[in-house]
């Protein structure tokens, strides 16, 4: 098991940019699939990104694609969600997950661990 750790949310104007970190515990990281999934009231969670082991292959929701990017740093037990271009509908709050898999490129999706969350707030 990992345990993670997520930070970076805030209140950001449309058209603005920022970056979640998560960081996690444990010395398997580099063994998990990660991803990014959010989640807003009375809705389900959903998919954001997620990226292989050795950050070779990536995934992303066709809500985000082209605007948010997704990486890891192995060395530091750290997964990143570069946001870019943040609309109002990407308020939400952020949650990090590991577990998943890609298998030929495409991503499949099956959580293990999850972070606390972090919210993200987009102002119009």
């Known amino acids: 098991q990992v345990q993670l750790v997520e930070s970076g949310g805030g209140l950001v104007q449309a058209g603005g940019s920022l970056r979640l970190s998560c960081a996690a515990s444990?010395?398997?990281?580099?063994?998990?699939?990660m991803a990014w999934f959010r989640q807003t009231p009375g809705k389900e969670r959903e998919f954001v990104a997620a990226?292989?082991?050795?950050?070779?292959?990536?995934s992303y929701a066709d809500s985000v694609k082209g605007r948010f990017t997704i990486s890891r740093d192995n060395a530091k037990n750290t997964v990143y969600l570069w946001m870019h271009s943040l609309k109002p509908e990407d308020t939400a709050v952020y949650y990090c997950a590991a577990g998943g898999a890609f298998y030929s490129g495409k991503y499949f999706p099956a959580p293990e661990n999850w972070g606390q969350g972090t919210q993200v707030t987009v102002s119009s």
């Open positions: 990226v292989s082991r050795n950050g070779g292959s990536t």
């Open positions: 444990g010395r398997t990281f580099s063994s998990y699939t």
